[in-house]
């Protein structure tokens, strides 16, 4: 078992010390749920209530945090304890699953596929033709790699994801469960003859560096030319990323919301979990999409939208408080 002491942590986090604790550092765990030798996290005013009742021996605190750790007990004082946290987890975090070795002997690789050095494959995993997966690549078993995608460095693809073909990802990218790259766009049109024609979807998935695709999630490749997702782009479980969407960098997506077809976002976007977007809509850099919302037209640059439809975020709450008002003044 990893353990360390309050000052070892501190080495890395280059905190502030308050308070001591002889007590050996074993986990982190949150406030409710710690025991005596976890560091947990205080992140907000909020949660200092939580504290004199829990068990852990250290916490991690933002630097507006005013209450004292106590007899044995001892805070890590941060600019941001979220970001510290994330560093105390990486110390504490288990080793990935093991490969016993690198290219498992049921995984199918395509002889015109190139594999670069220190590169593992997975048992049941298929690499097509033409393929290129570059160094130091992670694939879990059960993956499907189809024709003429490319791989970038240090990505990391999880057990039943699916990258078809002529879809492209860059370096450090992760990918998690049964997420599906490169999927056909949702086009049909009616004919009185045929009934709904699918029309054909020609294009692909082109995928920056350091972008994280969740479980469960489909990105749609382009009807004509590409689907794209920018450097750094977090995407959560089960979203839909509708054809030729372009996102710029650092954009994020929370659980269960949507894109339809063409939608462009700029760098550092923000959708909150279940709102969804219509097609052929333009959000600026800095927008953020409130939980829940629909939005039906372009957003500007830097503002926060709710509701749906979705208009500003003071807007919409103006309107819920007249709404709730005459409410209230009806049941008199």
């Known amino acids: 078992m990893k353990s360390y002491s309050i000052q070892e942590i501190n080495e890395i986090l280059n905190g502030i010390i308050i308070g001591d604790t002889s007590i050996k550092i074993t986990a982190p765990e949150e406030l409710e749920l710690a025991g005596v030798s976890d560091i947990s996290i205080i992140g907000h005013k909020k949660y200092e209530k939580f504290w004199g009742n829990s068990k852990a021996c250290a916490a991690i605190i933002n630097e507006d945090i005013s209450i004292e750790p106590g007899k044995n007990k001892a805070f890590i004082k941060v600019q941001n304890a979220d970001l510290a946290m994330s560093k105390v987890l990486e110390l504490f975090a288990p080793p990935t699953p093991l490969f016993s070795i690198d290219i498992h002997q049921s995984a199918i690789i395509d002889k015109t596929a190139v594999i670069g050095n220190g590169t593992r494959i997975g048992a049941g995993s298929y690499v097509g033709p033409n393929v290129t997966i570059s160094e130091n690549v992670t694939i879990y078993p059960n993956v499907t790699i189809l024709d003429e995608c490319s791989i970038g460095k240090n990505t990391v693809i999880w057990p039943g994801a699916v990258v078809r073909e002529r879809c492209h990802m860059g370096n450090d990218c992760i990918i998690h469960p049964n997420a599906t790259i490169g999927a056909d766009g949702f086009g049909f049109r009616p004919d009185s003859q045929r009934g709904l024609v699918k029309i054909p979807q020609i294009g692909n998935v082109v995928l920056g560096n350091n972008v994280e695709i969740g479980a469960n999630t489909c990105v749609d490749r382009g009807k004509f030319s590409s689907t794209i997702l920018g450097d750094g782009c977090k995407i959560d479980n089960l979203i839909q990323i509708g054809h030729n969407s372009k996102l710029g960098r650092f954009c994020i997506m929370s659980g269960q919301s949507g894109l339809a077809g063409s939608v462009t976002l700029g760098n550092g976007v ?33 503002k926060t939208m709710l509701g749906y439809p979705a208009v500003e975020a003071r807007d919409a709450l103006k309107q819920w408080a007249i709404l709730k008002r005459l409410v209230n003044e009806s049941k008199k």
Do not use: M, N, Q, R
Request: aromatic share 0%; glycine share 28%.
């Open 270 to 302: 923000i959708i909150g979990g279940s709102a969804s977007i219509t097609d052929h809509v333009t959000i600026g850099d800095g927008a953020i999409i409130g939980g829940g919302s629909g939005v039906t037209k372009d957003i500007p640059a830097g």
